[in-house]
C-alpha cells in the first residue's frame, strides 16, 4: 500500500509539473501573439511551437526527465516538433493513472506547418521522402564545363550553390543554365559574399619560384625536380615554365648539359639539360632548388640570367605572447621582433571593439585578446599560435566573437549580384546575418525585384547572430519558403572549436522546433572531395549531418566521389535515425545465439 501511494504520490507531482511547463508554453505565444499574425500562415504553428520549446527550455528539465522516466513515461527527450502535444501526451497517461481530468486544449493535426513539407517547398523533392538532400558548391570552371554539372547530378546533387564571393554575372548565369540543362529537378542556391573583414596587404616575399625532386619512404628520389628554361613565365604548366631572356643561349643548350647556379639561399646546384628543342630546355636534378629572379645561369662559359618572377605571398610570423596592432590603416603589414602591425579592411570594427574582446585571424589559427583600443587601432596580445609561429598572409578572415559590429549582413555589392539572383535562382543565401534587421533589408530588396516567391536561406555565422536566431527565425517566417544554414566554419571560430558540437545541436534543435528545414555545411567529407580518401572521423560527421534536411559539400577535385559516398552514407543512415529518434529497423548484423 506504501508502494502504491508513493507511485500515486510521484505521479501527482510531475502532472502538476508538466502542467505549469505548459501553462508557461501557452503563455509564451499568446505574449507574442502580434508577432506570430505578421508571420506567413503556413508557419504560425511552427512559431508557436518555436515559442513554446523556448519557453520550456528556460527551465533545467533534468530533474523533471529523470522522474519521469523512472515512472515509466516520456522524458520529453524528442519534443521539438511538437512541443504542446508532447507535455499533453504525459499528463494523458498521468491523469488517466490519477482519475483526474485536465483542460487540454487539442491541436488540430492538419493546421500546423509540417517541416518535411517545408523542406520539399525549399529544397525540392517530396514530402514524403525523408533523404537529406545533397547540396554542392560549383567551381568556377562549372561555368564553361558542362560535363561537370551533368556528372554532378548523375552522383547524386540535389542542389546547385553558387559562391557570388567568385566570379561575375556573366559566369552565374552560365552555371545556372548548366545546372538547368543537366536536370529541372535540381534547384540552385546563390551565396550572396556578405561584408568582408579580412587582414590588409602584406609586402611582398621575395622574387622565388620553389622546385623539389619527389621522394620516397626512405629519402630516395623517384622523381627529379624538373623545370623549363623558357622565353616565357608559366608556372601553371606541367613543368613549369622559367623566363631566361636571352634566347641564343636556349637554343645552344643540348642533351646532357650542366647548367650550375645558385639558389636563393646561396646553395650550389648542378641540373641536367634532360630535353632542348630550341624554344627551350628542360631541367632535372636531384635537389630542392629556390629559382631566384636574376640569379645567374652557367653551362661552362655561357651565362644567362633568370628573368622576372612573382613575387611570393609576404606574411608575419606570429608567436603566442605576441602583439599584434589590428589597424584601419591599409598600409602594408610591417614586423620587427615581436610586434606586428596589420590592416583590417573593415573600419567600422574599431568603433565597437573593446579592451577584453577575443580576435581570431585565420580561421582561428591564430587567436589573441585585445589589450587597448582607440584611435583606429587595437592591441592584441597573441594567447594562441602553433609551435615556431603561425604566418598571417593579406586576405585572411578576421573574427570578432566577443564585439557586435555595427554593419550590415547586405553590402552593396550583395544589392548589385541580386539582379543576378532573382533572374536564375531558387534561393538566395544571406550571409552573417547578425539581427532581424538584415533579413528586413533582404525582404525590402527582393520585393522592390518582385521576388517575393524566391526562397530564403539565412546562414549562421556569428556568435551575434546565435543569439539573435529567434527573433531572425521569426522574421524570417514572413516568407513561406525559408531554411538555416549552419555555417560551421566562422561559427566555429567565433563560437570556440569546444562548442561548436553543442551549438550545431542546440541550432537543429531550434530549427526543429520552428519545423524549418537546416543546410548542414563546411568541411562535410573536405579530405574526400581533395585527396580521393576520406577521414574516418568525416565518415562520422557526415553521418550526424543526415539529421539535416540538407548537406553541403564545398569543391575539389574528387568531389564526385564525395557526392557518391555522401549519398550512400545518408541513406544508410536514414534508416538508423530521423532527428533524434532512433530508427529500429532488422538489425542484419547479429542473430540470437543458438
Known amino acids: 500500500m506504501n508502494a502504491e501511494r508513493a507511485f500515486h504520490d510521484a505521479l501527482a507531482v510531475v502532472r502538476d509539473e508538466v502542467r505549469a511547463l505548459r501553462d508557461d508554453a501557452r503563455s509564451a505565444a499568446d505574449a507574442a501573439a502580434e508577432r506570430i499574425e505578421r508571420v506567413h500562415p503556413h508557419h504560425r504553428e511552427g512559431a508557436r511551437n518555436l515559442l513554446h520549446y523556448l519557453a520550456l527550455r528556460e527551465h533545467d528539465l533534468r530533474p523533471l526527465q529523470e522522474r519521469l522516466s523512472t515512472l515509466g513515461l516520456s522524458s520529453l527527450g524528442r519534443m521539438e516538433g511538437d512541443v504542446l502535444r508532447n507535455l499533453d501526451a504525459v499528463l494523458r497517461v498521468t491523469e488517466a493513472a490519477l482519475g483526474t481530468e485536465d483542460d487540454r486544449q487539442e491541436i488540430d493535426p492538419d493546421d500546423r506547418g509540417d517541416l ?11 514530402a514524403d521522402d525523408r533523404r537529406t538532400r545533397i547540396m554542392v558548391t560549383l567551381p568556377s570552371s562549372g561555368a564553361d564545363d558542362a560535363s561537370l554539372a551533368a556528372g554532378f547530378v548523375d552522383a547524386g546533387m540535389d542542389l546547385a550553390r553558387i559562391n557570388c564571393a567568385h566570379d561575375d554575372p556573366s559566369a552565374w548565369r552560365r552555371m545556372a543554365e548548366n545546372v538547368r540543362a543537366a536536370s529541372d529537378r535540381v534547384r540552385v542556391a546563390m551565396d550572396l559574399a556578405g561584408p568582408k573583414l579580412r587582414t590588409g596587404p602584406v609586402g611582398d616575399g621575395p622574387h622565388v619560384v620553389k622546385v623539389k625532386p619527389a621522394r620516397d619512404a626512405a629519402g630516395g628520389v623517384v622523381e627529379p625536380a624538373r623545370f623549363a628554361l623558357a622565353a616565357e613565365l608559366d608556372l601553371g604548366a606541367s613543368v613549369p615554365r622559367i623566363p631566361v631572356a636571352d634566347r641564343a643561349w636556349l637554343a645552344r643548350r643540348s642533351p646532357g648539359d650542366l647548367v650550375r647556379f645558385h639558389d636563393a639561399r646561396g646553395r650550389s646546384r648542378r641540373m641536367s639539360v634532360a630535353r632542348a628543342d630550341g624554344e627551350g630546355v628542360v631541367l632535372e636534378g636531384d635537389r630542392t632548388s629556390y ?34 596592432t589590428l589597424t584601419a590603416s591599409l598600409q602594408p603589414a610591417s614586423s620587427e621582433g615581436g610586434s606586428h602591425r596589420i ?103 527582393l520585393d522592390a525585384r518582385g521576388a517575393d516567391q524566391l526562397g530564403v536561406v539565412v546562414k549562421l555565422e556569428t556568435t551575434q547572430g546565435f543569439r539573435a536566431l529567434p527573433e531572425i527565425i521569426l522574421e524570417l517566417m514572413r516568407r513561406p519558403r525559408v531554411g538555416v544554414m549552419i555555417a560551421r566554419g566562422d561559427l ?91 530508427q529500429l529497423r532488422r538489425l542484419r548484423s547479429w542473430s540470437p545465439p543458438a
Open 492 to 582: 566555429a571560430v567565433e563560437a570556440g572549436f569546444a562548442r561548436l558540437a553543442e551549438v550545431q545541436e542546440e541550432l537543429l534543435w531550434i530549427c526543429e522546433s520552428a519545423r524549418i528545414p537546416v543546410i548542414w555545411a563546411t568541411q562535410v567529407l573536405d579530405d574526400l572531395a581533395k585527396s580521393g580518401v576520406p577521414t574516418r572521423a568525416e565518415i562520422t560527421d557526415a553521418a550526424t549531418a543526415g539529421r539535416a534536411e540538407c548537406v553541403m559539400l564545398n569543391k575539389g577535385p574528387r568531389i564526385e566521389d564525395a557526392i557518391r559516398a555522401l549519398d550512400d552514407i545518408l541513406g544508410r543512415m536514414a534508416d538508423h535515425i530521423d532527428k533524434k529518434s532512433p
Open 116 to 126: 518535411r513539407d517545408n523542406a520539399a517547398a525549399l529544397l525540392g523533392g517530396d
Open 291 to 324: 629559382l631566384e629572379q636574376g640569379a645567374t645561369l652557367r653551362c661552362e662559359d655561357d651565362e644567362a640570367r633568370i628573368g622576372e618572377l612573382p613575387a611570393v605571398a609576404g606574411a608575419l610570423r606570429v608567436e603566442r605572447g605576441d602583439t599584434l
Open 343 to 445: 590592416g583590417c579592411t573593415l573600419p567600422e570594427a574599431f568603433t565597437a571593439i573593446e579592451v577584453g574582446h577575443r580576435v581570431a585571424f585565420d580561421d582561428g589559427k591564430i587567436e589573441g585578446v585585445v589589450r587597448s583600443a582607440g584611435d583606429g587601432e587595437a592591441s592584441i596580445e597573441i594567447t594562441r599560435a602553433r609551435a615556431g609561429g603561425a604566418k598571417l598572409k593579406a586576405e585572411k578572415g578576421i573574427n570578432l566573437p566577443d564585439t557586435d559590429l555595427p554593419i550590415a549582413a547586405l553590402t552593396e555589392e550583395d544589392v548589385a549580384a541580386l539582379d543576378t539572383v532573382v533572374d536564375i535562382a531558387d534561393i538566395v543565401e544571406l550571409s552573417f546575418a547578425r539581427s532581424a534587421d538584415d533579413i528586413r533589408r533582404l525582404y525590402d530588396e
